[in-house]
T-cell receptor, first 114, second 114 residues
Framework: DGGITQSPKYLFRKEGQNVTLSCEQN?????MYWYRQDPGQGLRLIYY???????QKGDIAEGYSVSREKKESFPLTVTSAQKNPTAFYLC?????????????FGPGTRLTVL | AQSVTQLGSHVSVSEGALVLLRCNYS??????LFWYVQYPNQGLQLLLK??????LVKGINDFEAEFKKSETSFHLTKPSAHMSDAAEYFC????????????FGAGTRLFVKA
């Protein structure tokens, strides 16, 4: 079954800690994305990657970091520099061909800062 | 720059009634348009997409949307609401500006009354 997996489903972080959210896809997609979702604000792009070993900042990259060492994997680290990290985080992937630019989403990780 | 506006953060309908969720976009180049649905604590799923082939697009679960260039709209409709349609719906626009960027609307939460 092809798809995107995210882990963990729920994550709790103490202030000052870095945490890493996992995202894996077996769709053979070139592009991968991380979004943050807050109530009433839709999805905001954190980082995206179109090719292995390359990634670009989105609209709200401050306090986050990513890596893309393998095509299938795009982990997101929420650093202690992110002052308000409590949110729902969504990973997505897509092909880069025009008509197939629909994004496929993982089930999400809900991060809560204690 | 492109943008998406979803009119109404909340829409309530009775079971069996028409569903109409409004989406207006702004884009300087021909857009690709999408509607996604999100159930609580889950990722987004694609309902339908407009990729310039036909202006009336049919999606899953009897949803459809019509692209109206003159009105810059892409409203989502369903003839008869079902309780299982209660969810949050996101309109999105994607344009090719040397690489695809997708902008999501703020979302509309649909409530279905028995």
């Amino acid at each position: 079954d092809g798809g995107i997996t995210q882990s963990p489903k729920y994550l709790f972080r103490k202030e000052g800690q870095n945490v890493t959210l996992s995202c894996e896809q077996n769709l053979n997609h070139d592009a991968m994305y991380w979004y943050r979702q807050d109530p009433g604000q839709g999805l905001r792009l954190i980082y995206y990657s179109q090719i292995v070993n390359d990634f670009q900042k989105g609209d709200i990259a401050e306090g986050y970091s990513v890596s893309r060492e393998k095509k299938e994997s795009f982990p997101l680290t929420v650093t202690s520099a992110q002052k308000n990290p409590t949110a729902f985080y969504l990973c997505a992937s897509s092909m880069l061909v025009a008509v197939n630019n629909e994004q496929f989403f993982g089930p999400g990780t809900r991060l809560t800062v204690l | 720059a492109q943008s998406v506006t979803q009119l109404g953060s909340h829409v309530s309908v009775s079971e069996g009634a028409l569903v109409l969720l409004r989406c207006n976009y702004s884009s300087s180049v021909p857009p690709y348009l999408f509607w996604y649905v999100q159930y609580p604590n889950q990722g987004l799923q694609l309902l339908l997409k407009y990729t310039s082939a036909a202006t009336l697009v049919k999606g899953i679960n009897d949803f459809e949307a019509e692209f109206k260039k003159s009105e810059t709209s892409f409203h989502l409709t369903k003839p008869s609401a079902h309780m299982s349609d209660a969810a949050e719906y996101f309109c999105a626009v994607s344009v090719n500006t040397g690489g695809f960027k997708t902008i999501f609307g703020a979302g509309t939460r649909l409530f279905v009354k028995a």
